[in-house]
């Protein structure tokens, strides 16, 4: 359980993060409305910045992103792409089990592994695979979450 604990905090960022807002995600997050992790952080900065610069919040910038999709890079194309995946694939369990977690630091994933059982498969997919990246990029980064630390060391 300790493990889950801290798996909860960080799994979110091994998804796609330009969400649709839920209604309190309202002024959440950074202003380029990324979420948590590196990953995906800049598959979509110079898209949003060169075509939805003057989106207001999360939802009008995802709705200003899909409508330029064709115009987008590669790596955005796929990002949104998944992340439209994993909305369409987890819909109804994110509304009736995580409509009141607040968004930020893997909260919305933890919530969504801690009713794993209670999943769809689709749904259950878009979990152990945010899992597996996470536990990819942990490997990677050593136990402490550092980058160059080597496992064991």
Do not use: S, W
């Not at 995946?85 to 933890?110: I, N, Q, S, T, W």
């Not at 059982?117 to 990029?137: G, I, M, N, S, Y």
Request: net charge positive.
């Amino acid at each position: 359980m300790k493990h889950l604990a801290l798996v909860f905090p960080l799994a979110l960022a091994a998804l796609p993060a330009t969400a649709t807002a839920r209604p309190h995600d309202k002024g959440h997050g950074d202003k380029n409305h990324d979420g948590p992790g590196k990953g995906h952080e800049g598959a979509c900065r110079a898209d949003r910045e060169r075509l939805c610069k003057d989106a207001g919040d999360k939802a009008e910038t995802r709705a200003c992103m899909v409508t330029h999709k064709a115009e987008l890079a590669p790596a955005c194309r796929e990002h949104i792409e998944a992340r439209a995946a994993f909305e369409a694939d987890c819909k109804a369990p994110l509304e009736a089990y995580c409509a009141e977690v607040p968004p930020g630091r893997g909260a919305v994933m933890g919530c969504l592994i801690g009713h794993k059982a209670d999943l769809q498969p689709a749904c259950r997919k878009h979990v152990d695979d945010a899992l597996a990246k996470f536990a990819e990029r942990r490997e990677r980064r050593g136990k402490d979450g550092k980058k160059g630390d080597k496992p064991g060391k």
